[in-house]
């Protein structure tokens, strides 16, 4: 399974899959978007992925969940 961790950083909120940061993002809900973007797009080729956040509550949860139902639904 492939891991991506939606991480509070110094400077903002950044992505990460292990040990590698990918691109820092000033807004949580944009670094959400964008790992939700990267999970469905390795999803689409047979890939188990998911997104982590850190510190999320069930509105954090509730959200991913409709954000990748919608990313779905425009495929």
């Known amino acids: ?31 959400i978007r964008e790992a939700n973007c990267l999970a469905e797009a390795i999803r689409c080729h047979g890939e188990c992925t998911e997104v ?12 991913i969940l409709e954000a990748s139902r919608n990313l779905g639904e425009r495929n």
């Open 1 to 31: 399974m492939i891991t991506f961790n939606v991480l509070k950083e110094q400077h903002g909120w950044s992505i990460r899959m292990g040990e590698w940061s990918m691109t820092p993002f000033w807004s949580k809900d944009l670094a």
């Open 52 to 63: 982590l956040i850190e510190g999320a509550d069930l509105n954090d949860a509730a959200n």
